[in-house]
């Protein structure tokens, strides 16, 4: 019921908003950025590195669309559940996030190719007293999610399970730590950048669920969409892809 509300929400402003003309090629190259918004605590696709400044996967593609088009790129931090609001009262030209392609998702917004395959992780404390080989072993328990992100949709679906929500993953991973909460769930990418980071923690399992990432724009904005997908695809035939995945991935 409450996402089924949020997207009631997300329509609404899509009809307020589309009666005004998204960002064109054109006007970002006049205002001289490409203003991207994204949640940094999503390594490796983003996430802030030791001196302050967002970087990641994500980031280098954000940083391929600006170079293509001639601008700067600048980045917007905002919470997950706050990209898709912002996109669509033009505040950001693109989301760039981890963000999966869900049926819900583009009913607000247009979603590039998909740029990046993945599937769900759960992460446990590395004492050996529970470690969960699949997601119905998590009813009766604590489970910390990133708020609107795949994990907190998955868990969601399942009855029994106590869904605890944050804003960031470290604020997850935290009471993880602490023992507040028994598992965390979320993107196997990020979830194997924490568990090197922090050895304390370990994946229990990896679950198939098949999702695929893709680069939001705001609906009806085929223009920008275009040339987001005709990025990707150079980025993929000139080998440039595939660098970053050996870049942040292996």
Request: hydrophobic share 45%; aromatic share 8%.
């Amino acid at each position: 019921m409450k996402r089924i509300a949020v997207l009631v929400l997300l329509v609404a402003i899509v009809i307020v908003v589309t009666l005004s003309f998204a960002q064109s090629l054109t006007e970002i190259k006049k205002r001289g950025k490409l203003i991207v918004g994204t949640e940094p605590t999503f390594p490796p696709f983003e996430f802030v590195d030791e001196k302050n400044q967002v970087v990641g996967f994500d980031i280098d593609i954000a940083n391929e669309l600006a170079k293509r088009l001639g601008v700067k790129l600048e980045i917007v931090n905002l919470p997950f559940d706050s990209l898709i609001p912002a996109l669509l009262q033009g505040k950001i030209d693109l989301i760039i996030a981890g963000m999966t392609i869900t049926e819900e998702r583009a009913k607000v917004v247009d979603f590039s190719k998909p740029y990046f395959e993945a599937n769900q992780a759960i992460v446990v404390r590395k004492d050996g007293r529970f470690e969960p080989k699949k997601l119905e072993e998590l009813v009766g328990k604590k489970v910390a999610v990133q708020l609107g992100t795949t994990g907190d949709l998955v868990i969601s679906e399942i009855n029994g399970i106590q869904v605890v929500r944050f804003q960031k993953f470290t604020d997850a991973f935290l009471e993880l730590q602490n023992g507040r909460v028994d598992a965390v769930v979320l993107d196997e990418a990020p979830a194997k950048a924490y568990v090197k980071k922090f050895p304390k923690f370990l994946i229990s399992a990896v679950i198939d669920t098949g999702e695929t990432y893709g680069i939001a724009v705001k609906k009806g904005n085929k223009e920008l969409l275009n040339f987001v997908n005709q990025t990707l695809d150079i980025l993929k035939g000139s080998g440039v892809y595939n660098k970053l995945i050996q870049k942040w991935f292996e």
